[in-house]
């Protein structure tokens, strides 16, 4: 969104530039001419018109309109999400998002579904189709693990949040699963976008890579726009510059999301980090800046996955995730 404001007529620029900067704005003068103004730049928040037309010398504000009015339709609103809605103002406790990176059969599945719930959780993860970047890596078992993900969900009272790799694949896993997951790989793939909404299921949009706050919100908006039942964001950390951690986990970023923009946010803590020492303390910090949630990754046995073990939490590491949602909700044991 743009914003120009314009001053009166021999108005003086600087003292209404101090009063605009002690509202919190990033201003820039606009060229010299007959109609001085200046330009609102990033990274401001968002002030009241009615608060910048009462700063003395301003004529005027113009502003243009919204880039994605369906995904800020949905800021403060419970959207759903499966078993529960999500929603930066609805109250209720965090949301807890856990199971194995990718579904390797039937009996893992259980396993992972049973210890998800014994720990509060209320949506199972973990991945049929698994997009991977080298060609030769474990791509997941397909159209078969999506049966195994449901009999385990249902079996322990979860829903189902899984991957969604092609518009071929919509069906079936709109089918299978409560929540539709768009990694981030897919983040602008934008006829997967369009497919995946007509599902008309929630979708778990995960940010992809590289991508701008405003980038990940127009991918929200074409699934919205397409019809999807509402749209959760999921920070799962974009690429730094240093290898301590597999990703650089932006809190800002959800902080913008749930306080700014009142849109519900899930922090992905596992991929952002790619270390299980790492989990609980930025869970916390996510739920902290805003969060309606975390979804971390859970195997019964890390040591014997056949993807991200390294960074898969074992059952005290889910334990200890879990304990750590409670005492963000003000429910510590």
């Known amino acids: 969104m743009t914003t120009l404001i314009t001053l009166a007529p021999g108005a003086d620029p600087g003292p209404a530039a101090r009063a605009l900067k002690a509202l919190g704005l990033w201003v ?26 009462g700063v003395p010398g301003v004529a005027a504000v113009l502003q243009s309109g919204p880039i994605h009015p369906k995904v800020d339709g949905q800021a403060g609103r419970a959207v759903p999400f499966g078993p529960r809605p999500a929603g930066p103002a609805l109250g209720a406790a965090p949301l807890l998002i856990a199971g194995p990176c990718s579904v390797e059969s039937l009996a893992t599945a259980h396993a992972a579904a049973a210890t998800a719930a ?15 970047s080298s060609p030769y890596s474990f791509q997941g078992h397909g159209a078969p693990a999506l049966g195994w993900l449901r009999e385990a969900a249902d079996a322990h009272g979860l829903g189902v949040v899984t991957e969604v790799l092609s518009e071929d694949g919509v069906a079936p896993v709109a089918h299978a699963a409560d ?39 127009l991918a929200g908006e074409y699934l919205l726009d397409a019809g999807a039942a509402g749209v959760v964001f999921c920070e799962r950390g974009v690429k730094g510059f240093d290898a301590s951690t597999r990703n650089l986990l932006d809190l800002g970023a959800v902080a913008l999301l749930a306080h700014s923009l009142g849109q519900p946010v899930i922090v992905d803590p596992s991929h952002a980090t790619g270390r299980r020492d790492l989990i ?23 040591g014997g996955a056949l993807s991200d073990g390294p960074q898969a939490l074992d059952d005290a590491g889910l334990a200890a995730v879990a304990a750590a949602v409670r005492a963000c909700a003000g429910d510590a044991p």
């Open 118 to 132: 014994a720990h509060g959780a209320t949506l199972l993860r973990g991945g049929a189709y698994k997009p991977r």
């Open 28 to 53: 820039t003068p606009l060229s010299d001419g007959p109609q001085r103004g200046f330009s609102v730049d990033p990274p401001s928040p968002p002030v009241a018109l009615d608060l910048i037309r």
């Open 280 to 302: 609980v303390p930025l869970a916390a910090a996510a739920l902290a800046a805003g969060a309606v949630g975390v979804m971390v990754e859970f195997h019964p046995d890390p």
């Open 179 to 217: 929540v539709l997951q768009i990694g981030s790989r897919n983040m602008q793939n934008f006829a997967l976008l369009k497919a995946a909404g007509r599902a008309g299921k929630p979708v778990l949009l995960k940010r992809a890579m590289a991508a701008t706050v405003e980038e990940w919100l």
